[in-house]
């Protein structure tokens, strides 16, 4: 039996279990998926242990994505050195090979819901410079968006995002760009994307308040908190006639390739996974 998991501490917050095993019981494939409480301090243990204990892999969740990196760099493939992080582990001929899939998860979620959307015609503004943006900053690299600003609240992390990109993937130096927070609202100013990669506006934090006003009105936002699903970011953009992209699809986008490589099904992500996650998310 194929065994698969997610490693957290705490873990029980995970949706990860609810979407694979969503998977499973669709697919009908004999396979497990559990949520695995790794004190930090048993965490080197774990990973050494999963070969020996039949693991396929796992999906690596707060407070263990850095460390993991650190543990297994060997494995780390160039996204998850980009991204500082791993989300997750796929064991393959008794080796470990570590990803991060969460720009996939954007990628995929902003193209399934907006498919017209064309990254290659304006500047993309992305607030924040944790881990998510690095994953949001690679995609639309990717993407070949023209130019990206990054603002975050402490100014150094989007200077460290910057450099690393120049170093590992020669982005030109004008490509990005670092704003200060309080110059927000006018480097919305022409605008063709805007995506929240920080916490703020998650059930629990403050709200994201922005002054929108200088944003065109054809660019597309993005939030990628997905608790609420809509956030009060996307809910005064849609009042004032921007296209909007909730955060839900990247979560079960990202899922999908350690999914796929651990159980050799590539699931689809219907409307019946998103209803069903939707209504895990009210329970939390
Ligand atoms: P992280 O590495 O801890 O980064 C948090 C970011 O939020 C930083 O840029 C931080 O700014 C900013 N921030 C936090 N509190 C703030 C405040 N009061 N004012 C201004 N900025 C503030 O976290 P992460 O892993 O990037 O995750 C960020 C969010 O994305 C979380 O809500 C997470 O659930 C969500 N997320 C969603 C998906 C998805 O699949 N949809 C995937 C990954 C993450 P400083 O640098 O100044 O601290």
Redesign the pocket.
Known sequence: MIKAGVIGYPVKHSLSPRIHNYWLKKYNIKGSYDAIEVHPDNLKGFLVSMIKNGFSGVNVTIPHKEKVLEILNNAADPFAKFIGAVNTIIIKDKNFICTNT?FI?FSRNVIEKEPEFDFSEGKAVVI??????RAVIFALLSLNVPEIIIV???RE?SEIIKTKAIKNFQVADKKILVAEWKNISEILKNASLLVN????G?VG??KLEIDLSNLPKTALVND???NPLETKLLKTAKLRGNKVVD?LG??LH?AAPGFEAWFGVRPEIDDNLRKFVLEGLVKK
């Open positions: 969460d998860g924040g410079a944790g881990g998510a943006a975050n609240r402490t992390k990669t920080t916490s703020l998650m934090q403050n990628i908190v997905y955060g990247m979560l990202q």
